[in-house]
């Protein structure tokens, strides 16, 4: 498995949805990918960049087996997390 990185959001899905996290990452075997990461275990989405840019979310051709990914996209949100923190608790140390 080898898998970059390359953006993460969080969205809170407003006041009644599941609240998902969306990541842009590179795939070295099938390029760059979307995942849709809820927070209940192995509820993730993936699907190919490319093939969504030309509108095409057929099943079986732009779908992809979440229990692929999983974990690692919980794993790379958890370390971008982590890093964002540190970063911050260094910025504060560095004011006070």
Same mark, same amino acid.
Do not use: C, T, W
């Given at each position: $498995? @080898?898998?970059? &990185?390359?953006?993460?959001?969080?969205?809170? @899905?407003?006041?009644?949805? !599941?609240? +998902?996290?969306?990541? /842009?990452?590179?795939? #070295?075997?099938? %390029?760059? $990918?979307? %995942? /849709?990461? +809820?927070? &209940? #275990?192995?509820?993730?989405?993936? +699907? @190919? &960049?490319?093939? &969504? !840019? =030309? %509108? @095409? /979310? #057929? +099943? %079986?051709?732009n779908s992809w087996r979440g229990d692929r990914y999983e974990p690692w996209p919980r794993e !790379? /949100?958890?370390?971008? =997390?982590?890093?964002?923190r540190s970063a911050a608790d260094q910025t504060e140390e560095e004011q006070s």
């Open positions: $498995m @080898n898998y970059q &990185l390359e953006q993460h959001q969080h969205h809170r @899905n407003g006041i009644s949805g !599941a609240p +998902f996290d969306v990541l /842009i990452f590179r795939d #070295a075997d099938e %390029g760059r $990918m979307l %995942g /849709i990461v +809820f927070e &209940l #275990a192995s509820h993730v989405a993936v +699907f @190919n &960049l490319d093939k &969504l !840019a =030309l %509108g @095409n /979310i #057929a +099943f %079986g051709v !790379a /949100i958890r370390q971008k =997390l982590a890093a964002e």
